[in-house]
């Protein structure tokens, strides 16, 4: 069994920061890609950030120059750090990993059960 947990949500005023964390565990034989999607209400999740295994990252363009993301291979873990949020940022964040599980013939997307940032005005 592979599993991603999230944390690091929560409410924040427009202007501040957060910071999201999300751990794969479990069977895992190899991780690669790791990423975070959102999804506010009404409309479709949509990509917000992706590093791979060596660390290439790409942003969506409008949260470049406000969001980093940034992983720690010995732990699995991705992080997301906020800054500049503002209101259209609420939304309830995924995170996303490819990764081969134990036993498994090939790679396959994971996700994460989601983690709400409300951005207040």
């Known amino acids: 069994q592979v599993q991603l947990v999230e944390s690091g949500g929560g409410l924040v005023q427009a202007g501040g920061s957060l910071r999201l964390s999300c751990q794969a565990s479990g069977s895992i034989f190899s991780l690669n890609a790791m990423g975070w999607y959102r999804q506010a209400p009404g409309k479709q999740r949509e990509l917000v950030a992706t590093?791979?295994?060596?660390?290439?990252?790409n942003y969506a363009d409008s949260v470049k120059g406000r969001f980093t993301i940034s992983r720690d291979n010995a732990r699995n873990t991705v992080f997301l750090q906020m800054n500049s949020l503002k209101v259209e940022d609420t939304a309830v964040y995924y995170c996303n990993a490819d990764l081969r599980a134990w036993g498994a013939l090939r790679s396959q997307a994971y996700w994460g059960q989601g983690t709400q940032v409300t951005v207040s005005s």
């Open positions: 590093i791979t295994i060596v660390g290439n990252t």
